[in-house]
């Protein structure tokens, strides 16, 4: 299993989280955006740079992620793609997205594209908080340890 991040949106905070997990666990963590992104020394973790574009990044992870590994992403079309094709799916405030909350989300994300585009003014996600920090890692945490426990299991 390994760690696949959809980072060009990424809060830096949960990079950072992410950059301990790896080299703590031992696991594979990589960033994948469409600019250059400085990254901590370790083997545990590299960064992709994908050339610019709508979705390339999220088309790259799609291609490279394997059945189990986790995607963290706010991205709602690249997380039903993830579950998709066998994978987990985090998003950076700690909640998983799942079979069974994907199409709601999915559909919410259009009905709100079409207020933005009628010209309604919808605000934007509500500002990144310590609790939202806090969930994230909490969720992480569950997620691996009980893949851990499930691989030696």
Same mark, same amino acid.
């Given at each position: 299993?390994?760690?696949?991040?959809?980072?060009?949106?990424?809060?830096?905070?949960?990079?950072?989280?992410?950059?301990?997990?790896?080299?703590?666990? !031992?696991?594979? +963590?990589? %960033?994948?955006?469409?600019?250059? =992104?400085? &990254?901590?020394?370790?083997?545990?973790?590299? @960064?992709?740079?994908?050339?610019?574009?709508?979705?390339?990044?999220? !088309?790259?992870? +799609?291609? %490279?992620?394997?059945?189990?590994? =986790?995607? &963290?992403?706010?991205?709602?079309?690249?997380? @039903?793609?993830?579950?998709?094709?066998?994978?987990?799916?985090?998003?950076?405030?700690?909640?998983?997205?799942?079979?069974?909350?994907?199409?709601?989300?999915?559909?919410?994300?259009?009905?709100?594209?079409?207020?933005?585009?009628?010209?309604?003014?919808?605000?934007?996600?509500?500002?990144?908080?310590?609790?939202?920090?806090?969930?994230?890692?909490?969720?992480?945490?569950?997620?691996?340890?009980?893949?851990?426990?499930?691989?030696?299991?």
């Amino acid at each position: 299993m390994q760690i696949w991040v959809d980072a060009d949106a990424c809060p830096a905070v949960i990079k950072e989280i992410l950059y301990r997990v790896a080299d703590r666990m !031992q696991m594979q +963590v990589t %960033l994948v955006a469409n600019q250059l =992104l400085r &990254v901590p020394p370790s083997r545990f973790i590299r @960064s992709v740079q994908v050339p610019s574009g709508a979705d390339v990044a999220d !088309q790259e992870i +799609v291609r %490279l992620l394997e059945p189990g590994d =986790l995607v &963290v992403t706010g991205d709602i079309p690249l997380a @039903s793609d993830v579950l998709k094709k066998g994978g987990y799916a985090l998003n950076p405030r700690g909640e998983f997205y799942t079979n069974d909350n994907i199409a709601q989300m999915l559909t919410m994300r259009a009905f709100m594209d079409e207020l933005r585009g009628s010209g309604v003014d919808t605000g934007g996600p509500a500002a990144f908080s310590q609790s939202d920090r806090q969930s994230f890692a909490n969720s992480l945490d569950r997620h691996l340890a009980k893949r851990k426990r499930s691989s030696h299991g």
